[in-house]
């Protein structure tokens, strides 16, 4: 197998539903809340003091793939 990096950037906020789902650990869900939705919890909780959701950071994205 042959592990491949792949780097991408963008604006936090035009996260996707497919990677929100993706980024967010298991947690309990809120009922109406989408992966983006708890995606921008998570984010504040972990990154709100310097950066928050609001802002829109420029964001580095790692996707790791194993080629077979």
């Known amino acids: 197998t042959d592990p ?4 991408s950037s ?5 996260i996707s539903e497919e990677d929100a ?3 967010c650990i298991p947690l309990p869900r809120f009922k109406d809340f989408s992966a983006r939705e708890h995606y ?3 984010w ?4 709100g ?4 959701w ?3 950071p420029w964001v580095w994205a790692l996707t790791f793939k194993v080629a077979a």
């Open 49 to 52: 003091k310097k950066h928050p």
């Open 21 to 23: 789902e993706a980024e």
């Open 4 to 7: 491949r990096l792949m780097f």
């Open 54 to 56: 609001e802002s829109n």
């Open 40 to 42: 921008r919890v998570l």
């Open 10 to 14: 963008s604006w936090l906020n035009d």
């Open 44 to 47: 504040d909780a972990i990154n």
